[in-house]
């Protein structure tokens, strides 16, 4: 045991203090999760829409202009809705490393209480640290994702006109 007295209130607050990370954490999951789930649906949706037209080129040998311009419009679409799904997906895999690391944190927090070492007792906070540098790292793609995602209304409005 360490030197110091702590007593079970303070080393079970002491252990659970990432918790407010993970919620966090959690919150933005949320989010990217839902966002995730309509790109990925959006990519089938358009995907029916090519084959369709895939389909109606083979059998007519040629599309109407509106057809064209449709089909260029779902092409260069898909392009961009597979490069945000990439964003999202990567921004997800970081908040989910980030409440990894969270819970790692804790662990060796409630370790720290038996065991210590000089070294044991810095981990906790190098551990979180990277936690939140992970938290950073998947808000960044989140935020490429919403940047993106104006350029492909963009592309649509624009085949429209």
């Known amino acids: 045991m360490p030197d110091t007295h702590l007593t079970a209130i ?3 607050q002491a252990i659970l203090a990432p918790a ?3 919620s966090a954490v959690g919150l933005l999951l949320l989010s990217l999760g839902s966002r995730y789930s309509t790109i990925i649906n959006r990519i089938r949706l ?10 109606l080129l083979s059998e007519k040998g040629e599309l109407s202009y509106l057809d064209n ?8 679409q898909r392009e961009e809705l597979l490069i945000r799904s990439r964003y999202i997906r990567n921004a997800i895999l970081s ?3 980030a409440v990894g690391l969270f819970v790692l ?3 060796i927090i409630a370790v720290n209480l038996f065991i210590t070492t000089d070294f044991l007792q810095a981990l906790p906070l ?4 990277i936690g939140m540098c992970s938290v950073f790292a998947g808000v960044v793609f989140y935020a490429m994702e919403v940047y993106r995602s104006f350029k492909i209304i963009l592309l ?6």
Do not use: H, P, Y
Not at 69 to 76: D, E, G
Not at 126 to 129: E, G, K, T, Y
């Open 156 to 161: 649509e409005v624009k085949a429209e006109e």
């Open 20 to 22: 407010i990370g993970i």
């Open 46 to 55: 358009l995907n029916d829409e090519r084959r369709k037209l895939s389909r």
């Open 69 to 76: 311009v449709r089909f260029m419009s779902i092409t260069k």
């Open 126 to 129: 190098l551990v979180f640290i």
């Open 105 to 107: 944190s804790s662990v």
């Open 10 to 12: 303070q080393a079970i």
């Open 95 to 97: 908040m989910q490393s």
